[in-house]
T-cell receptor
Framework: KAGVTQTPRYLIKTRGQQVTLSCSPISGHRSVSWYQQTPGQGLQFLFEYFSETQRNKGNFPGRFSGRQFSNSRSEMNVSTLELGDSALYLC??????????????FGSGTQLSVL | AQTVTQSQPEMSVQEAETVTLSCTYDTSENNYYLFWYKQPPSRQMILVIRQEAYKQQNATENRFSVNFQKAAKSFSLKISDSQLGDTAMYFCAFMMYNNNDMRFGAGTRLTVKP
């Protein structure tokens, strides 16, 4: 069974641009979550999608958005990039049973550098 | 708000020996889940072990076991017979019973020495 796939692995953008990251979950998983990892702030929850709907959201500005497609694949978009958005963005999938406590399976992340 | 604290930024252990990583958390909830994840240089987060707060029995997975002390809000990870492949960042994480928002500690960098 293929794992969680994130593309691209690396991305370099300049301030003010926008970026879209992609995540394909494990087959059969219906929930996709996104996390931002930085040396200063550590791992922070961005949002979770289930059945094409955002189910939970962390404390990030509106420049961070996402969506989920009918095949459970998800994209994350960051508009008007700032230097502080440089980070490793991790995607995680789970079965999406509706409750909490699920085992999250992570991809290898997309390393975004904003210049 | 739930917070997770890992007080050991770095640790090292000799191959084949045992090491314990510490984690404490703060919550007013009674039902929740606790996890340990490892992140090797490949950056992929790998689930090591999961504990349900309502279960008193400590979770074990092969060489990995936890010491879950609910009253003390402590959740330490013991790695027995350490192997070179155990070298990684280890993150303790908390999740509520009703959502998949995972809160992570700052991590402990573990080095296994030959």
């Amino acid at each position: 069974k293929a794992g969680v796939t994130q593309t691209p692995r690396y991305l370099i953008k300049t301030r003010g641009q926008q970026v879209t990251l992609s995540c394909s979950p494990i087959s059969g998983h219906r929930s996709v979550s996104w996390y931002q990892q930085t040396p200063g702030q550590g791992l922070q929850f961005l949002f979770e999608y289930f059945s094409e709907t955002q189910r939970n959201k962390g404390n990030f500005p509106g420049r961070f958005s996402g969506r989920q497609f009918s095949n459970s694949r998800s994209e994350m978009n960051v508009s008007t990039l700032e230097l502080g958005d440089s980070a490793l963005y991790l995607c995680a999938s789970s079965l999406g049973s509706g409750g909490g406590g699920e085992k999250l399976f992570f991809g290898s992340g997309t390393q975004l550098s904003v210049l | 708000a739930q917070t997770v604290t890992q007080s050991q930024p770095e640790m090292s252990v000799q191959e084949a020996e045992t090491v314990t990583l510490s984690c404490t958390y703060d919550t007013s909830e009674n039902n929740y889940y606790l996890f340990w994840y490892k992140q090797p240089p490949s950056r992929q987060m790998i689930l090591v072990i999961r504990q349900e707060a309502y279960k008193q029995q400590n979770a074990t997975e092969n060489r990995f076991s936890v010491n879950f002390q609910k009253a003390a809000k402590s959740f330490s990870l013991k790695i027995s017979d350490s192997q070179l492949g155990d070298t990684a960042m280890y993150f303790c994480a908390f999740m509520m019973y009703n959502n998949n928002d995972m809160r992570f500690g700052a991590g402990t960098r573990l080095t296994v020495k030959p």
